[in-house]
């Protein structure tokens, strides 16, 4: 196979290609094999490894390890710190996420084509690319059986109230609902970017590179002209071999929190690098039950509730096993201990909100970068809300307590609590957040007052640099936003490849 794992290179790397990308998440994978069916020369770099399913235990602890960055550690720095997990193998954090998809909603692109002047992501443009990209990832709403009793006794609740919900579309084949998506499936059935669009790739010609940490982009004034990249060994040192690669179109897609560091480490200046970051801020809503849940049986991210989601509020199924769960379960001591023996009675749902607030990525010395954030007062009263409404769904279907996350007031006994909860003031720094779609730090805009990468993916002002992942998205995309990473990637590509 066209392969090269960076820690059994043996000698300094040199290669001449049509198109570099860098980065093998939602982005880069989708951008390389597009790339390299339209028939260019293409080298796909990663900076973690390439693992076999076999591999992947659905053990937490282990897991984390050998597919998250920093063991899944990595947060923004503002009131609160959020928690904000990133893949680091081939696939990306498609490789541990919960195989959610969704395309953008159309009265988001109608903004973007509004707003940015990106008449190419007018709805019917990219309805033919949803479509494609969905086909090839096996893109089916959860069948009955694999829903689970957490998402059951969830959507009990949601009727109840009358709330719009549904089972979600995720791109599975012959999903065994197992329910460790977030620690790298276990049996091949979901179809991250490692087993899909990466092979896909390289069944095209492309050669895919892992262990390379790209360190720097090679330029000369503003034309780019590839990349250098650091060679690691296992443990992801250094192993002081290096990548040289020669392209005429460089495509970084390193994610939204690396790309822009990688694009200033390499010199490229645009006003606007790094700002816009959104996140999704979201809270894990978790509820007791007098009988036992077991919410641990099937797809742990089965169900939605989209009632509320043109308000910025998005509620969807997320359990967890214990260790997980655990920092979100209220109390110490022996409170906490009671309440864990009980797990089995849990159910937990997540409450996430499109911000209108920002924060942004910057860089701080030896090119890593720090992602700035604070929740606004608008969004912690969104965040309220959003949480206010799961607890009345877990109210409205039996629970007898619900835990809220925010720290001022941990549990809620009844359904009067839950609706009192979202009428009052809870600041910033009392929520446990968490979030998992940064997005935004690169936006794509036709004006380059307004973004820095144009329409195609092009950085403005720059000739053969290309953004192709999160970091481009102009906006939030109100729900989880891997399919139209893909679908945005599709495009830039194909873009590409036509230009020659
Ligand atoms: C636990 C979890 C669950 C999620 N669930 C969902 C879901 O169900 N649905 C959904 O839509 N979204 C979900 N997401 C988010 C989704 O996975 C991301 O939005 C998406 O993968 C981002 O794509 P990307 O291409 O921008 O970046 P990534 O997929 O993160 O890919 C970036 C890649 O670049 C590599 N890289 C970074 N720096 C370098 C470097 N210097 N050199 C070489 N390589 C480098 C990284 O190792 C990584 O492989 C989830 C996220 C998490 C953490
Ligand atoms: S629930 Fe399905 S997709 Fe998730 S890890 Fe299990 S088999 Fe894989």
Redesign the pocket.
């Known amino acids: 196979m066209n392969h090269l794992d960076g820690a059994a290179a043996t000698s300094d790397v040199r290669r001449a290609v049509d198109v570099v990308v ?7 994978a989708v951008a390389a094999a597009t790339l390299a069916e339209a028939g260019a020369r293409v080298l796909l ?4 490894a390439y693992h076999r399913t076999e591999e992947f235990s659905g053990h937490p602890p282990e897991m984390l390890t050998l597919l998250y ?1 920093n063991r899944g550690l990595t947060a923004t720095l503002g009131t609160p710190v959020i928690g904000v ?5 081939v696939g ?3 490789t ?6 969704y395309p953008a909603p159309d009265y988001v692109l109608e903004r973007w084509v509004r707003d940015e002047g990106l008449g190419d992501l007018a709805p019917p443009l990219m309805a033919p690319r949803f479509a494609e990209v969905s086909r090839r990832i096996g893109v089916t709403p959860v069948p009955e059986e694999l829903l689970g009793p957490n998402a059951r006794l969830f959507r009990k609740g949601a009727e109840a109230l009358g709330f719009a919900g549904a089972p979600i579309p995720r791109n599975v084949k012959g999903c065994k609902g197992t329910g460790v998506c ?1 620690f790298g499936c276990p049996t091949g059935a979901k179809q991250s970017m490692n087993l899909s669009y990466v092979p896909a790739a390289l069944a095209a010609g492309a050669e895919l590179v892992t262990r ?3 360190r720097r982009l090679l330029s000369d004034g503003n034309r780019i002209w590839g990349v250098e ?1 650091s060679l690691l060994d296992a443990k992801g040192q250094p192993t002081g071999r290096t990548l040289r690669a020669l392209a005429r179109a460089t495509v970084v ?4 929190f ?1 790309t822009p560091a ?1 694009l200033r480490t390499s010199g490229v200046r645009h006003p606007l690098l790094g700002r816009n970051l959104r996140i999704h801020p979201a809270a894990r809503v978790g509820a007791m039950f007098a009988e036992p849940v077991k919410g641990w049986i099937g797809v742990p ?1 089965s169900y939605h509730v989209s009632q509320f989601e043109r308000e910025g509020i998005f509620i969807q199924g997320i359990f967890a096993p214990p260790g997980v769960e655990a920092p979100s379960i209220p109390g110490i001591g022996r409170e906490h201990r009671e309440r864990m023996r009980r797990f089995s009675h849990l159910g937990s749902f997540g409450a996430l909100i499109s911000e209108s607030g920002s924060g942004r990525v910057v860089t701080v010395p030896g090119g890593q970068p720090l992602a700035l954030y604070s929740l606004s007062p608008p969004d912690c009263r969104r965040l309220a809300r959003a949480i206010s409404l799961t607890a009345q769904v877990w109210f409205a279907a039996g629970a007898t307590e619900v835990f809220t996350s925010v720290r001022s007031r941990p549990v809620l006994r009844s359904m009067a609590e839950a609706r009192d909860f979202g009428d009052r003031a809870v600041g910033a720094k009392y929520f446990d957040a968490m979030a ?2 940064p997005m935004g730090t690169a936006r794509m805009s036709a004006d380059p007052a307004r973004g820095v990468v144009d329409g195609s993916g092009r950085v403005h002002g720059y000739e053969g640099l290309y953004v192709a ?3 481009v998205l102009p906006s939030s995309t109100r729900r ?4 139209t ?1 893909m679908a945005v990637a599709t495009k830039i590509a194909a873009d590409l490849a036509a230009s020659g």
């Open positions: 860098i980065g093998t998440g939602a982005g880069g770099l990663e900076e973690g960055r997990p990133l893949g680091c193998a990306g954090t498609t541990v996420n919960s195989g959610t998809c977030a390379a940490r790209a990249a897609a390193v994610g939204a690396y990688l991210q998992f779609h992942d999160a970091a989880n936003p891997q399919l990473i």
